[in-house]
């Protein structure tokens, strides 16, 4: 290895020899003549002015990039300024001007073969590696990938203006003329895109699958991290990132208004939907948040994830009025976001009773309570089971929604938010399907023409929080929760990306009060919002001091299945 000295050294025969051969080749151009005493002198004023005065040698060949071409071409057109008048009067200004752009040329040419020689890759180039998309994160792919056993065989664009190119060699083409061109599967294709629209990564994948052994993709761009290199960011392409929507509509700044400097009070704050919330509550910048939930460990996980000095823990029952007003004076919340219930089909249906307490007693102490107590804003956590219920839990829901939207709320705005099932939330389909994936099989599937709705969880509880920013009171809102999937669809994508086979798909029956088909709109009056993500569904008129005598009536009968009918005309019981 040279030492510094003799690279300066090394640095100043460089320049000696190019600016001689510059100078010579322009006097051949010009047809001029000089003694050699002159040329001299001009070589080294030359070589003062750019390695004293600009310090043209600490320019690294071996690490140079487009800015130190750029710092290159300055140094020696700087230098050019001061030497040029010690000889204008021997030689012309174009003369020295002709040398200058000859030398330029010269010498970044030889120092760009310089860096390719040296940045060669060493390593044995035994894969094939595509780059889908010919943007930034493409060219930094592409950069970070040189001195690996990846040879990068294309670039794969979309944009017709890029195709036909080329990026150092690598040629720019579309898909089509890819397929048309390989024969085998290839290594590993890489989408570099940042996986904001399923619907993108979804068809990129669907198109490439049968030619690539392997497929990666890039985080979102909130979670791509600018300082670590993108090769060690690149994931497996999963279920939720074919399945997640992104609302193109989100408006932060309306959520961040709306929670700035507010006490925040959400229940069951351990579970999936109310331990997102609770984070995205701090994210946006509330005061001072309580968690209230009656499970011990789930209190415990989500405070030991969140926990603050401005976050407080509740650990009780919905269902212990008593206590959850003594809570509710205590911390005297500006908002209340009801997320405490049962949620799981079977075994609400297994435990009636204590579905309808829970869910319907709990939500109408929570509503009475923030009523009293002058609570600003109470929103309800709903679902779409609540629409034309079949079973017991989506019938309470539907009870819940009818007691939000018809109570005298005096100074509280009492709204109820409408969703569908949420990706990888406890006892979902996916978590599920995972667990049964890893242990070999088979997947369980009730029926195959069942179909759900799905949202990722941090977009269903920042649509939620967008949604309460704008609701005045009274109103039951819905989120657009994209189109549904099938199940059995979903259970072959899991089985492919999971690169497994011979896992096998077995149908077991619908259970008890279970959909083929959930919905989400109860009648096409439903509207729209400001936000094409977020609809409000057409009011439901019930005289509230009838429904608080049904609801009386409901806790204290025999046959509740019956009860709920009647409050809820639509509820189609399906054992």
């Not at 310090?55 to 057109?77: E, G, H, R």
Request: with cysteine.
């Amino acid at each position: 290895m040279l030492s510094f000295f003799d690279k300066r050294l090394l640095n100043i025969l460089i320049i000696a020899c190019l600016t001689m051969v510059t100078f010579f080749w322009t006097f051949w151009i010009f047809h001029q003549s000089l003694e050699i005493h002159v040329i001299i002198a001009v070589i080294l004023t030359r070589i003062i002015a750019s390695y004293l005065l600009f310090k043209d040698y600490s320019l690294s060949w071996s690490k140079a990039t487009q800015k130190t071409f750029m710092i290159k071409s300055f140094v020696n057109m700087m230098a050019f300024l001061v030497y040029m008048p010690f000889f204008y009067t021997v030689l012309p200004v174009s003369f020295f001007l002709s040398e200058l752009f000859l030398y330029l040329f010269t010498i970044n040419f030889f120092m760009y073969l310089y860096y390719m020689y040296v940045n060669r890759s060493k390593m044995e180039k035994n894969k094939n590696l595509v780059i889908y998309g010919a943007g930034k994160a493409g060219l930094r792919l592409e950069e970070e990938y040189r001195n690996s056993h990846f040879k990068i065989r294309y670039f794969i664009d979309d944009d017709t203006k890029l195709q036909h190119r080329s990026i150092d060699g690598i040629k720019i083409i579309s898909k089509e003329v890819f397929k048309n061109r390989v024969k085998n599967q290839m290594d590993l294709l890489i989408i570099a895109l940042p996986s904001e629209n399923p619907l993108v990564i979804q068809k990129i994948f669907n198109d490439m699958e049968h030619y690539f052994k392997d497929i990666k993709i890039l985080p979102t761009l909130e979670k791509i991290l600018s300082n670590t290199p993108f090769v060690e960011q690149l994931k497996d392409i999963s279920v939720e990132d074919l399945l997640a929507r992104h609302p193109q509509d989100l408006d932060k700044e309306s959520i961040a208004n709306f929670l700035k400097g507010k006490k925040v009070l959400v229940t069951g704050a351990g579970g999936s939907i109310g331990s997102e919330i609770s984070k995205q509550c701090l994210k946006y910048g509330a005061d001072e948040l309580y968690l209230l939930d009656h499970s011990e460990f789930n209190l415990y996980n989500i405070y030991e994830a969140i926990g603050s000095e401005h976050v407080h823990t509740f650990m009780h029952s919905v269902l212990d009025s008593k206590r959850l007003e003594k809570t509710i004076q205590k911390t005297q919340p500006d908002i209340i976001i009801h997320a405490a219930a049962y949620k799981h089909v079977p075994l609400v249906e297994d435990n009636i009773e204590e579905g309808i307490l829970n869910n319907i007693i709990g939500t109408k102490n929570c509503i009475d309570l923030a009523i009293k107590y002058e609570v600003q804003k109470f929103i309800l956590i709903s679902t779409d089971k609540a629409v034309r219920p079949t079973n017991v839990m989506g019938a309470t829901k539907r009870v819940c929604e009818l007691y939000a939207g018809n109570v005298n709320s005096q100074h509280t705005e009492i709204v109820a938010v409408r969703f569908g099932n949420v990706l990888g939330s406890s006892g979902s389909v996916i978590p599920k399907f995972k667990q049964q994936i890893e242990n070999g099989g088979p997947i369980t599937v009730t029926h195959p023409e069942i179909t759900r709705y799905f949202m990722l969880i941090p977009e269903a509880c920042e649509l939620v929080l967008q949604t309460a920013a704008i609701a005045k009171g009274g109103e039951i809102f819905i989120l657009d929760m994209g189109a549904p999937v099938k199940i059995y669809d979903l259970a072959k994508k899991m089985i492919e990306l999971s690169g497994k086979k011979n896992i096998e798909i077995q149908f077991t029956g619908l259970r008890p009060g279970e959909k083929l088909y959930e919905e989400l709109l109860i009648n096409e009056a439903d509207k729209q919002t400001q936000y094409q993500s977020i609809m409000v569904a057409k009011d439901t008129y019930y005289d509230i001091e009838q429904l608080n005598h049904d609801i009386d009536e409901l806790v204290k009968s025999d046959d509740k299945i019956k009860k709920l009918q009647e409050i809820i005309p639509e509820f189609d019981h399906k054992i």
